[in-house]
């Protein structure tokens, strides 16, 4: 997990977001970046593809959201 923890936080930081926006963004969930650095969460194979897929379309609009 610490993988795609790690690939979060480079993520966000290359595109300005915080973690809980970026949550949001992926999984409509703000505390999603929290819960599995706390490892109060084991996101589900499903889950983890989502975020992945989230990451590797995102483009920003000029107000810095998701388009």
């Known amino acids: 997990m ?5 690939d979060i ?3 966000v930081q290359a595109h ?4 809980w926006k970026f949550g ?3 999984l409509s969930d703000r505390h999603f970046v929290r ?7 084991e996101p ?3 889950t ?6 989230f ?7 000029q107000s810095g959201v998701r388009a």
């Not at 819960?35 to 969460?41: C, G, K, M, N, S």
């Not at 990451?55 to 609009?61: G, V």
């Open 2 to 6: 610490s993988t795609l923890l790690s």
């Open 9 to 11: 936080e480079t993520f």
């Open 16 to 19: 300005g977001l915080s973690e």
């Open 24 to 26: 949001e963004l992926a």
């Open 35 to 41: 819960q599995v650095r706390e490892q109060d969460r």
């Open 44 to 46: 589900r194979r499903r």
């Open 48 to 53: 983890v593809a989502k975020v992945r897929s």
């Open 55 to 61: 990451m590797a379309t995102y483009r920003p609009d």
